[in-house]
Each structure stands twice: as structure tokens, then as C-alpha cells.
């Protein structure tokens, strides 16, 4: 029997790359989406960096001793490295490549800031939670994650509630109460509860709004992901916001919230979203030091 040949595959060139990079704008239709849904998915726009990005992914948790905290990655709880894009001049050059540059001005402004980076191996599921817990009014934050191996939906792809990121919303509200509880209320595994699943190959870029609930179900011992996290810039009256916001990193046992390797590289470009986190750090130090004096190893997440 004779197939139909397959139109949908060919040779990826460098023009195409180019066009990737350079070319690529956001539709109307996907930012009210994003507005609306809370998350937004781009298959394969990263797909001509993907090899580079997880030869990097995997030398930086070579340097750090191939797991948590300096030692090896033993499968049983998820290792974390923050800041982690920071430790590459590969990864840390993802916040001057054009897609992402185009992504976050169109979200969240020409003068967004870069909230830093985590990057992992997960261990297990995720249960069903938000990164934050922000106002209309507040600034926005957004998280773009980057999956570094396939994942189908019994195997650790991220999956998001759409709508859930409207705090002060009754159904958004609602949810925050009783996500947790899936099983007591509904009678339900997370993993049934009403979800978009991101099966993702690797290249592919998945973002959402940090107040959108996610969760991942049946992942391995070793899922490997990084993301980057971007917000608006803070107004002069909420800088205060801004520096609890950064005193939240003192978990992680970190003194400045970018590492040496953002800095010493960064372009004129680059720096407009370094900026205002920079001159806003500068109590991080010590409550590091606190959190060392109480903690057994910096958090996991
Ligand atoms: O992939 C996962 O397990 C969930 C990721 C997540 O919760 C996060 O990055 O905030």
C-alpha cells in the first residue's frame, strides 16, 4: 500500500533558524489568550538552541557536583540550583535571544525584569499549586520552563489550569482552596482534575503566569528542567513589594540574586532587565546567613 508522504517534515535550514529568531512576533490572538488562559505554548521555537542548551544544562550540574547541594543527584527528592541560567554564559545568553526578548516586552514591557532562574531534576509528581499569589494590580510575573527530555502526561509533562492565575476571581479563588484537597472533595488523583497537558519535546517553550496553578504526574527520577522568570518592572511605590519579593531567595543561600557569570556578560541591552533587582538586593546577604544558621541545605524549590 502506498503512504502518503509525510509533508509535514524537512530540513530545518539556517534560514529558517534565522527567521526563527529574528522574525518571530506575537498575535494579538495569543496575548489575549495568555490574558485570558493564563499560559501560552510554543512548540519547537527553541529548537535550534536545544542541543547547546542541554550540553549546558549538563555541565553546570557537573561543576556543582551533579546534584543538590554540592553532591550527587540520588533520585529520591528534587535537586535545585538558583540562581541557574546564571551559571552559563550558553543559558544566560537566552535573555538576549530575540524570541524571548519578544515574549517578555509583549507580556510584560520593554523594561520587564529577569526574577532569576531555577533549574532541576524532578523527582516524583508535583502537586497542584501557584508560584504566586499576585494581585491584578500588582506587577505581573511569568515563568517560562524549559523541558529538556519528552514528556507525555504519564511521564511528567506539566499540566495547567486555565483561568486559575485571576486571583479575586470566585472560580480562580475557589480553586486555591480546593486544589489541594482533590481527592477529599472530588474524590479525584491530581492527575484527573480538569487540566491542559503540555506533552513537550525538547525546543519546545511553555510559559505561564506564576498565579496559574500547575502540577506534573508521574515523572522519573531524574526530569530535567529549567526555568527563567520574568516580571514587570516594580513602581517606585511597591519597591518594598520588590525586596520581600527578593528575600524570598534567602532559602536558596544565595548572597546576590544573579550569579557572576549574568553580570560580567551582560549587554546595554541585557542590563535594562538586571537593572532595578540589582540595586534591590542588597539585604540578601545576610538574610542568607540566617537562613544557613537554620537550615540544613538550601531549599529544593
Ligand atoms: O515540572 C514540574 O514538576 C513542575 C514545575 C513547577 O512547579 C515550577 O516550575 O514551578
Known sequence: MLREPDVSFRCITLEDVEMNQHDFTMTDSEINFFKTFGYLSFPQLMADRITAIQDAFEAVWDERGGGHDGKPHEGTARSCIVPFIDQSEELSSLLDDPRILTIAKTLLGDDFNYMGSDGNFYVGDTGWHSDGGHKLEDPMHIKIAFYLDPLTRDTGAL????????????????????????????????????ATIFETTPGDLVLFNHNTKHAAFGG???RRMFTMNLCQRYPDDKIDALQAYIAGSARFWIDRKYGEKMIRTATSERWIHLEQVRANDGHLAELSRQARERMSEPSRG
Open 159 to 194: 499540566r495547567v489550569i486555565p483561568g486559575s492565575h485571576l486571583f479575586g476571581d470566585n472560580y480562580a479563588d475557589a480553586l486555591s482552596q480546593q486544589v489541594g484537597k482533590s481527592q477529599e472533595l472530588w474524590e479525584m488523583h491530581g492527575k484527573d482534575v480538569p
Open 220 to 222: 522519573g527520577t531524574h
